[in-house]
């Protein structure tokens, strides 16, 4: 529901996944897609979180689920757990619970902007941004293959689109 995945890479499989909906409101998803990168696999989730904090609150807690869930091998002799992207417009500040939810040790995920950002990131609204609500995190051993990051200009939005550039 409302979102999308443009790749230049193969999808190799995608799904929607229905997020907590506890007020009732609009409804939420995220998309899960696994990328085929050479011969690697990279796990990305697009999503558009609700409104209110209750939503975003149960909404995160299911994504940091869904992060916890790649980064287990299915079984003893699976390889490593692919890297996870996970992006959107979160419509919360970098100080909520809902972020710091999505950046606990359970999810191994990094907010990129912390990791290569000089300004104050802000996205929200265009053209005049004051505040930072659209957030790309990544695995945390992607850290060090950042080579490009950072909100850039697009009339026609509301927002200005993150863009992240990996050398992996």
Known sequence: YGNLLLSRFPIVSARTVPLPNPLGREPRAALVAELAVGK????V????LGLRKTERLAQTATLGDMVEAYAR????LACAAPPVVVLGDFNAQPQSAEIQLLTTARTGLVDVHLLAAADDGDTYPYPE??????????SRHLADDVVSYGPVAAPGSDHLPVTLELRW
């Not at 989730?45 to 558009?48: A, L, P, R, S, W």
């Open 40 to 43: 690697r696999r990279l796990v």
């Open 45 to 48: 989730i697009g999503t558009h």
């Open 73 to 76: 091998p299915a079984s003893p």
């Open 129 to 138: 941004p004051l505040a930072r609500i659209d957030y790309i995190f990544i």
